[in-house]
């Protein structure tokens, strides 16, 4: 690949350069795809780990199940252009598959509300710790403002804006990419090579057909990213105040479900655990608030450039 695209290997003094250039030029080619690294295990053999964006190369981003064929037959056209044959794909294994969901929020002074009640959410779950600041692909620290990253050794989870990650990366925004809010959950090796065991996996080979589904894709969404954002609509106190006052619970559980919000938004949504809460009740009053279609998390009543209410975007 290295002779096809004219890049001379020598002429770098280290190797990973070389394929940062080889990928540019694929990358230029082809944009749907990308070399992440090429890897020899010795006798000549090579592995090469290519980076596929499915809604690149069906362009759109409703992706379905019944799109598997379309985007295994351009696979295969790849590597038949450049290695003469497709024999490759069926020995490939996966070693990362993205999940996402992305809500449409047109106004961007919504999804400037939404960012900022992010912040409420909690620091960790399921071995995922919010990270406020990472590395750019070229390694340069970012911090992110448009979006929330949630990351652990074989998941991530990442929410961010994705027209603003466009302009960060001065690529051209496509249509399917204005006004959205992905939520992007992140399978990696690691966990991938979990679920191949019968034990505490679920046997599940790493082929891109074995993971390439929609309920699937709903069943990891449910598990990794509710427990997260929760389910139910943002509001201020007064409107939340009147949601709960309109309920059937008793007057005791209103004013306790009152003084949980308070505290959450006071600190963050770990915040009444943090006071003593047991978690049978934090849970179980999670769980009223959600039955009544509040969000734990409030928008600040003393930001008058905030609307009362917003609805939630992460709607499975």
């Known amino acids: 690949m290295f002779y096809m695209y004219g890049v001379k290997v020598d002429r770098y003094e280290h190797f990973g350069a070389a394929v940062i250039a080889l ?15 090429l890897s020899s295990q010795g006798k000549g053999i090579w592995y090469l780990h290519l980076k596929v964006d499915a809604i690149k190369i069906l362009r759109k981003s409703d992706i379905t199940d019944n799109d598997y064929a379309a985007v295994e037959a351009n696979i295969r056209i790849f590597l038949i252009k450049h290695f003469g044959h497709a024999s490759y794909f069926n020995s490939h294994r996966l070693t990362r598959i993205d999940y996402r969901f992305d809500a449409v929020v047109p106004n961007p002074k919504d999804r400037k509300l939404l960012f900022h ?39 991530e989870l990442f929410i961010y804006s994705k027209e603003d990650e466009r302009k960060a990366k001065g690529e051209k925004i496509e249509p399917y990419d204005r006004n959205r809010v992905r939520y992007e ?26 993971y390439f589904s929609n309920a699937l894709s709903e069943q990891y969404l449910t598990k ?18 009147k949601i709960i006052e309109n309920s059937s619970f008793s007057k005791l559980k209103k004013k ?27 849970r179980q009053y999670l769980r009223d608030l959600e039955n009544i279609g509040v969000n734990p998390i409030l928008i600040p009543k003393n930001r008058k450039d905030f609307p009362n209410q917003l609805k939630n975007p992460f709607i499975l």
């Open 117 to 155: 009640l992010f912040e409420k959410y909690t620091k960790k779950y399921g071995f995922k710790e919010m990270v406020k600041w990472g590395k750019d692909e070229n390694g340069n620290p970012i911090k992110y403002e448009t979006s929330q990253y949630h990351k652990c050794k074989s998941v």
């Open 23 to 37: 990928n540019q030029k694929v990358k230029d080619r082809f944009n749907a795809y990308g070399i992440r690294w």
């Open 256 to 282: 306790k479900l009152r003084a949980f919000l308070i505290s959450i938004s006071k600190g963050n949504i770990d915040t009444p655990l943090k006071k003593g809460m047991s978690k049978p009740t934090y």
């Open 224 to 241: 990794h990213v509710l427990p997260i954002v929760h389910k139910g609509n943002y509001y201020k106190i007064s409107e939340a105040e």
């Open 185 to 210: 959950l992140r399978l990696k090796n690691e966990h991938l090579n979990g679920m191949t065991r019968d034990d505490k996996g679920t046997g599940r080979p790493k082929k891109l057909s074995a």
